[in-house]
């Protein structure tokens, strides 16, 4: 489970570090942080990304839990 937080139109999830997608920093002995971030058009936007450079982990899928999709 998480917590989402609004503050001026900006949403902050927290949430547990626990998983094999989420690990404590002490953990993994580095920092560790999840970002998500909502664009109109993340297909163009991770098509962006991977040109300037960016290693794509994952493409973008639509998700079970919302119709965000990662990148």
Excluded: N
Excluded at 31 to 55: I, N, W, Y
């Amino acid at each position: 489970m998480h917590a989402e937080v609004k503050i001026q139109g900006s949403t902050i999830m927290l949430g547990d570090a626990e998983g094999p997608l989420f690990s404590a920093p002490t953990a993994v002995g580095s920092t560790s942080v999840g970002l998500h971030v909502f664009v109109d058009d993340v297909d163009a936007l991770a098509r962006q990304a991977a040109a300037a450079g960016a290693e794509l982990l994952q493409p973008p899928a639509d998700q079970f839990h919302a119709t965000a999709r990662p990148c």
